[in-house]
């Protein structure tokens, strides 16, 4: 005979579950498994058109027939192509900001700050990134303005990251305290992300892109103890 796992009680109610609940338990995680699989799959089509084209004016057909999924797999995911391009933008925003953090933990403040200017500006319109930023900087500003709390809840990541990278450099005596935290880490981020919009978008005030070490000389005014 076989030997079975021993059943191990629950955490929280201490009962030890029957094999109805192991075998729900299994199919719930393969269908997550499933999903998830699927929505990734919705998400890099998405990539993939954005980055070949700059634009979010694509169908959910054009997205389907990339995808080589159905149009009912995709309704079972999303409600439309706005919700989509929310999840991509989330995705993003996410990845990048955990990657950021790795990079900024062991060095000092400002060189933290430096390195996000550098990522977040530097990147908006670098080879290679060129059409998703575009697309992207076009759906941020829709959903600033149609959907301000999705818009908050996305970048709070990036916002949290750079508002640890200020508390830092108020401990280490190089940022100023007079000013609340938050207050100058929501500065600082709308700066970066105003200017890397303008920067994708091409649509700088003065006819060319601003340099970056000035876009940094700028924001250290504003930073510096």
């Not at 109805?20 to 699989?37: I, P």
């Not at 799959?41 to 070949?52: H, N, P, V």
């Not at 500065?187 to 003065?206: C, E, S």
Request: hydrophobic share 40%.
């Amino acid at each position: 005979m076989t030997n079975q796992p021993e059943a191990v009680p629950d955490a929280q109610s201490g009962e030890v579950p029957t094999w109805r609940d192991r075998a729900v338990e299994r199919s719930l995680r393969g269908a997550r498994a499933k999903a998830m699989s699927r929505s990734d799959r919705f998400i890099d089509a998405a990539m993939e058109i954005l980055s070949e084209t700059g634009r979010t004016d694509f169908t959910v057909q054009e997205l389907i027939e990339r995808s080589k999924t159905s149009l009912r797999s995709f309704y079972q995911h999303f409600s439309g192509k706005e919700e989509l391009l929310l999840a991509l933008f989330e995705e993003i925003i996410t990845t990048t900001s955990e990657e950021w953090s790795e990079e900024v933990e062991q060095v000092d403040a400002l060189t933290s700050l430096r390195l996000l200017l550098d990522r977040i500006y530097g990147q908006a319109a670098g080879p290679g990134g060129a059409g998703i930023n575009r697309a992207l900087s076009v759906f941020h500003l829709h959903l600033a303005e149609s959907r301000p709390a999705d818009y908050a809840r996305v970048l709070a990541p990036l916002r949290v990251l750079i508002h640890e990278q200020v508390e830092k450099g108020i401990a280490e005596k190089t940022i100023r305290a007079d000013l609340d935290p938050d207050i100058l880490a929501t500065i600082m981020l709308q700066t970066l992300v105003g200017a890397a919009h303008m920067h994708a978008l091409g649509a700088q005030p003065n006819g060319k892109p601003i340099d970056s070490d000035r876009l940094w000389d700028f924001c250290l005014g504003g930073l510096k103890a």
